[in-house]
């Protein structure tokens, strides 16, 4: 149980170029969804919280209007990583946490791997 | 805000010798402390976690951790490792009521034959 996919689990594009990830829950409906950016060798920096229904709250320092987050449902959320650069290239990995329960743990997806040329 | 530190950046152990893993915290109250894996190009796994009770926490794949208030610990081992065991792993602490993580650097583990 507690499974959480991200899609696609790589992807290329040109700069200047939008890129959208989704992440879903798939036995689970998540009350709040988290994405992180990961740059190699080093740490998971969270980027945003997401709670289904509402807006995205961010993290300092990350540019909203460029990271387009939403959590439409109980399942799915999606960022969008707008008028891409290279520097925007990373492994962008999401988690979930349960509605159901006491538990804190977080979910984490597989990752997505962003290059963009 | 919590945070986690992590002094070891890279460990290098033979197969079957034992690991530790350090991992101190910074928090005012009592923390929920876990340990992940992440095999290269994946997402993150959980070992094991701490909310309360024993400090003494067994995990998957023959790990255990145990919480140490009073140095603000949170050590990770496994009595012998494998080789599957070569991996980056990586101490997260959360606050009470807050499902948001801070992550510590990480920790390379290299396994040798």
């Known amino acids: 149980g507690a499974v959480v996919s991200q899609h696609p689990s790589w992807v290329i594009c040109k700069s200047g170029t939008s890129v959208k990830i989704e992440c879903r829950s798939l036995?689970?409906?998540?009350?709040?969804m988290f994405w992180y950016r990961q740059f190699p060798k080093q740490s998971l920096m969270l980027m945003a919280t997401?709670?289904?229904?509402?807006?995205?709250?961010?993290e300092q320092g990350v540019e909203k209007d460029k990271f387009l987050i939403n959590h439409a449902s109980l399942t799915l959320s999606t960022l969008t990583v707008t008028s891409a650069h290279p520097e925007d290239s990373s492994f962008y990995i999401c988690?979930?946490?349960?509605?159901?329960?006491?538990?804190?743990?977080?979910?984490f997806g597989p990752g997505t791997r962003l290059t963009v040329t | 805000a919590q945070s986690v530190t992590q002094p070891d950046i890279h460990i290098t152990v033979s197969e079957g010798a034992s690991l530790e893993l350090r991992c101190n915290y910074s928090?005012?109250?009592?923390?929920?402390l876990f340990w992940y894996v992440q095999s290269p190009g994946q997402g993150l796994q959980l070992l094991l976690k701490?909310?309360?009770?024993?400090?003494l926490v067994q995990g998957i794949k023959g790990f255990e951790a145990e919480f140490k208030r009073s140095q603000s610990s949170f050590n990770l081992r496994k009595p012998s490792v494998h080789w599957s065991d070569a991996a980056e792993y990586f101490c997260?602490?959360?606050?009470?009521?807050?499902?948001?993580?801070?992550f510590g650097a990480g920790t390379t583990v290299t396994v040798r034959a």
């Open positions: 928090y005012g109250a009592t923390p929920y």
């Open positions: 701490y909310f309360s009770g024993d400090t």
């Open positions: 988690s979930a946490t349960s509605t159901s329960g006491n538990s804190y743990e977080q979910y």
């Open positions: 997260a602490v959360g606050a009470q009521n807050d499902y948001k993580l801070s």
């Open positions: 036995d689970f409906q998540a009350t709040t």
């Open positions: 997401s709670n289904e229904g509402s807006k995205a709250t961010y």
